[in-house]
């Protein structure tokens, strides 16, 4: 996710095809108020305002879906607006593709949060991975065994984490497509490793740098 600061009112946001699969966006649904579009949004204002100075507070928003460069992902336009009348400004101004009012955008707030579960062929390969995410991560970890395979559990708490932790761990391990139903089995079937903490666990007694 790459952010431009346009103006002190206006940001433009890139999304590449992998992030838009990781989210589960397309350019077709932007514009809708799905938890992962409400998820993906606020992410992009943080990072904004984390990175480009970019505040939305006491303002309304404009958000406007955008082809991205040669037919690669896709783009936000995100246009602060104080005023009704600076809003119909913003409508007039683009191509309309949806606007989303700041009070209608409500903080994503899922009642597990967003779960992963990566998958690793060896420990060495977990432990590279906390060795990384130990830097960044907060939120909860547990480490399961199940035939010789291991599975880190992650509920990462902020949106930041939870962007890293989608764009990192594939170097590491592979995303179980189905999280919620392998949970059931890992309960089930696996064995508990580390109960809590698990990143924090493996960066404390098994990396090495």
Known sequence: MKIEKISDNKIKVLID?????EWNISFKNISENTPEVQEMFWTAIRLAEKNVDFS?????LFVEAVPGAEKEGFGMLITRVCNDAELQTAIGNCGYKGRLKKTELKYPQRKNGRKYIFRFESFEAVCAAADVLADFYCGSSVLYKLSETFYLYLLPETPEVIWSVGRIMPEFGSRVKNGQYMLGRLNEYGEL???????TVLKKYFCVR
């Not at 095809?17 to 699969?21: F, R, S, V």
């Not at 939305?56 to 309304?60: I, R």
């Not at 490793?193 to 990143?199: G, K, L, R, S, T």
């Open 17 to 21: 095809d992998q992030e838009a699969k």
């Open 56 to 60: 939305v507070e006491g303002a309304k």
């Open 193 to 199: 490793f580390i109960a809590e903490d698990a990143v």
